[in-house]
């Protein structure tokens, strides 16, 4: 007699309980009727994680309805329960900070790792350009060489003196206007020509120069801009004359240096 009610205590649902001899059927305000068992099967429950069947079922429920009757009833409210809950709480804390933790130090290394690919790929490209300026400086440094090697000859030869008639030609060859068509330049040149017995006599310091040009004005703006030169001490147009069937004239202009 002591099951059916042993088992609403413990808040077991269930209704029908089979015995090997009896049928028990309770209801939900604590009553109970039992039988004899004409059907041969026997009940199982659940009990703290392990099953009994029928055959323990009224021994196990009697015992158990007396610590049911010494034991305080469960308290969700309890120093256990609430220490266990605070437990589970700080535990679900840690898991999370220990995720984070993991997640964060997972992001530092895979950002140092790419950050130190980057500044190494920076350092040899300026590796690369320090060797290319550092080529580039010494090519400099050669051609500055040669160049000084071969001023250093044109000098010995008297090529770059402004005394040098070289240098004359080159400067007045470079100042002739491109509408201009230089026919001869005469350096020193003879005075009158040559007779036997008599020596040769050249007009010392003196350039000629002959030519052709479409229009006065643009042979005027060059005779000025050869004044202008501070080696040249007098030029002078010596002669100007129009080509035949053409609109261009043929003139000469003696240069005194």
Known sequence: LLAPSSVNM????????????????????GGF????????????????????????????VGALS?????????????????????????KNLFNRFLFGGVTLLFVLAFGSFALNGYLSQRYNDIMALQSDRSEIEQEIVSINAEIDSKEEFLSSVGLTSNTSYSFYMDRLAKSVPRTITLVEMEVNPIQEKLKSGKPIQVEKNVIRVSGIVGKDEILSNWVLELSKMDWIRLVEITDYMPVARSENHQFNIKIEL
């Open 33 to 60: 009727s039992f039988q004899p068992n004409t059907l041969g099967e026997q009940s199982t429950i659940k009990i703290l994680d392990k099953t009994y069947s029928g055959s323990y079922l009224l021994s196990m």
């Open 10 to 29: 413990l808040g077991i649902n269930e209704r029908r309980l089979l015995t090997p001899e009896y049928e028990v059927d309770t209801d939900a305000q």
């Open 66 to 90: 007396y610590l049911v009757g010494t034991c305080s009833p469960y308290n969700p409210t309890s120093a256990f329960v609430i220490a266990s809950r605070e437990e589970e709480k700080y």
